[in-house]
């Protein structure tokens, strides 16, 4: 009999803290942290695989060069004629080809529908950055570092700063749409939903359609609409990103079925 009480007070509980949307909020950011993570590792990863390629590339050009300097001193060899000047002259190696990247086109809106954006709140005057240690310096880098050390610490109001002080202080840096969506999803996690809209939709149009973070952004963009009440605009937004990002990772796609789901979205 008591252990059946029990059971049923654990079972409550659970269930009670299962409906807690700040917990569910806090365990969606645990999930996208660790997405994080995981891009940043592979990032890290292409990185050294074309550090590695590029350094073989050079040792193949200083063997053939050291062999073509070779064959230039062996006796009888015609490629040991000097010219005028009695030296033999190095191959000459082209220079590698770089693609220049394409530019971004800030205040763009991808293709998302212009009414799917209208009448959306604007953001909310930026709030003050907290005292104490919120304040951050160093690089771009060490900027979003410490954001991310904040949203795993749960500091939500310090990871804002961090992540606002990136976008303000370079935002043409690579990590800059980055940066943004994360403090967008500072306010998400404090339920801070107009803030959280406004924020995303702003990333969407700012950054565009090929940005790292875009499927994020459009589907974070309509769960913040769902948060508000805004059911229609909820509804076309999800089916926007089901339009867009037919590719996207299983798991964001399956967040987007629940949601539609949540939402009752037809």
Same mark, same amino acid.
């Given at each position: 009999m008591l252990l059946a009480l029990f059971l049923s007070a654990w079972s409550s509980t659970v269930l009670a803290q299962a409906a807690d949307p700040r917990m569910i909020a806090d365990l969606e950011a645990r999930i996208l942290r660790l997405e994080e993570e995981v891009r940043? #590792? +592979?990032g890290r990863a292409e990185e050294a695989e074309y550090l590695a390629r590029a350094a073989a590339q050079r040792m193949d050009r200083l063997v053939a060069d050291i062999d073509a300097r070779l064959r230039g001193v062996e006796p009888g060899s015609e490629a040991a004629a000097p010219d005028a000047g009695g030296a033999v002259q190095p191959m000459a190696q082209p220079a590698p080809q770089v693609a220049a990247p394409s530019p971004s086109q800030p205040g763009v809106l991808g293709t998302l529908p212009d009414d799917t954006l209208a009448a959306l709140p @604007? *953001? *909310? *005057?930026?709030p003050p950055a907290p005292d104490g240690t919120a304040a951050v310096s160093g690089s771009p +880098? %060490?900027?979003f570092d410490a954001g991310m050390a904040r949203v795993k610490a749960g500091d939500w109001s310090g990871a804002e700063a961090a992540f606002a002080s990136v976008v303000a202080s370079a *935002? %043409? %840096?690579? #990590? @800059?749409p980055n940066a943004a969506y994360w403090q967008a999803e500072t306010y998400y996690a404090r339920q801070q939903w107009p803030q959280a809209a406004a924020s995303f939709a +702003?990333?969407?149009?700012?950054?565009?359609d090929d940005a790292v973070r875009a499927p994020d952004n459009v589907l974070k963009l309509g769960m913040s609409l769902a948060r508000m009440g805004d059911r229609q605009k909820a509804c076309a937004t999800f089916a926007e990103f089901d339009r867009r990002y037919a590719k996207a990772p299983v798991a964001l796609k399956q967040m987007a079925g629940r949601e539609k789901s949540n939402a009752g979205c037809s």
């Open positions: 940043q #590792l +592979r @604007a *953001p *909310p *005057p930026e +880098r %060490d900027r *935002p %043409d %840096d690579p #990590l @800059a +702003r990333n969407v149009g700012t950054y565009g």
